[in-house]
């Protein structure tokens, strides 16, 4: 799993909105990754979707290895933060 470190101020305010809706931080983040926009794939330069290349799917340009938000945070790590 990874981790995010953030400021102490901005952990205090994350686990006072998870409080207030009546969860725990984890399981408010949880609520907030489900209910996140999908990714616009095309806006990432370092994937590719050709027609006929693994059916159209997205993959990580010049390979046909099909991406995820995990699997660029795991390949690309100065992607990070666009996922």
Request: charge should be neutral; hydrophobic fraction near 45%; proline fraction near 7%.
């Amino acid at each position: 799993m990874a981790s995010i470190e953030i400021p102490d101020e901005q952990a205090a305010a994350l686990k006072a909105q998870a409080a207030a809706h009546g969860f725990t931080l984890e399981n408010w983040i949880q609520k907030l990754a489900v209910n996140a926009s999908p990714i616009d794939w095309a806006q990432c330069p370092v994937v590719e979707s050709v027609p006929g290349k693994v059916s159209g799917a997205w993959v990580l340009r010049d390979t046909r290895m099909p991406v995820s938000a995990r699997s660029l945070r795991t390949s690309k790590p100065e992607l990070a933060l666009m996922t």
